[in-house]
């Protein structure tokens, strides 16, 4: 019985490890010949290592697949436009691309420097447009294609010490959803995931609480795996009417986002002040506001990542 992603090719930023690694393995046991792209940076974006794409390439392989290791960063748009070359040099064409590469650099927000805050976005955001861009002529030339983003609820709902990753995550997702508009009349689809897993990103949580040494091994049970099978069906023909969507899994559970609409509205015909904004218009809204905030916590629990 062959794969969703027979005779597809597929690339996958960050996929030496953790998420990115579950996902090559997946799309390469389903039939895709996959690019492994990871420059085997630390969590900061610091150092290099061509082990990490090395093995996963090495795995699918030795498990009968074809797949090709890359090493370039997404943040130059020359190393990110040579993922998309190596998929269309070594196997022929390019079918789907995941953008799952990032790194980390949490900060207060008090204490964030410029510097932090433009890495995390030049992997995560300009990442995501650089591969995006490269792969965007080959897909509006055979009329098809599949990006996927990767999000997270720290842009959807916010998260505490995480300003350049929220502002990054929350653009992904206004790319992706331009995206979607601008491509459809080609049949290309563009979707964005945001995965609660236990990885190297998460594994930095402080574990020093009781509170805290609960959440983390709450955490542990979401493994890495359980993200890959919404990304092979997303990069399939089966979901070749899904797209401008906001998912995310947790463990077994697949959640569908809606997109932000206007909850309530107040029209003052002589027009407004500060004065009756403060005495009308804010005590009329004050109840959406609690109801904002309790739908958030009630559909993720859980602290965000």
Not at 130 to 147: C, D, I, L, M
Not at 209 to 238: G, H, N, W
Request: one cysteine or more.
């Amino acid at each position: 019985m062959s794969g969703m992603l027979e005779g597809k090719v597929v690339a996958i930023t960050g996929a030496g490890r953790g998420v990115g690694r579950e996902i090559a393995l997946l799309c390469a046991k389903h039939g895709a010949a996959v690019v492994v792209n990871d420059p085997g940076v630390g969590g900061g974006g610091e150092g290099g290592d061509a082990g990490p794409a090395q093995q996963t390439v090495d795995d699918i392989v030795a498990a009968g697949g074809k797949a090709w290791a890359n090493l370039a960063s997404v943040a130059d748009p020359v190393g990110a436009a040579s993922i998309i070359e190596d998929a269309v040099q070594r196997f022929g064409r390019i079918d789907a691309v995941v953008n799952n590469a990032g790194i980390l650099r949490d900060t207060i927000w008090h204490k964030m420097s410029f510097e932090d805050w433009r890495a995390v976005i030049d992997v995560h955001l300009h990442g995501s447009f650089n591969v995006s861009k490269a792969a965007t002529p080959y897909f509006r030339e055979q009329q098809s294609g599949s990006f996927i983003h990767f999000t997270s609820t720290s842009g959807l709902i916010g998260n505490i010490g995480q300003a350049n990753y929220s502002a990054a995550k929350l653009g992904i997702v206004g790319l992706s959803q331009s995206i979607a508009l601008d491509m459809a009349r080609v049949g290309v689809r563009s979707n964005c995931i945001a995965p609660f897993a236990w990885s190297r990103m998460t594994a930095s949580i402080p574990a020093e609480t009781p509170e805290q040494k609960e959440r983390v091994e709450r955490l542990k049970t979401m493994s890495a795996d359980k993200i890959a099978p919404l990304v092979v069906y997303l990069a399939s023909d089966a979901a070749k009417d899904v797209s401008n969507q906001i998912f995310s899994v947790r463990k077994n559970e697949i959640v569908l986002y809606n997109k932000p609409r206007p909850i309530r509205s107040m029209t003052k015909v002589e027009g407004w002040t500060p004065e009756t904004i403060a005495d009308e218009l804010i005590p009329a809204f004050k109840p959406s506001f609690a109801r904002a905030d309790e739908v958030s916590a009630h559909v993720f629990p859980y602290d965000p990542i």
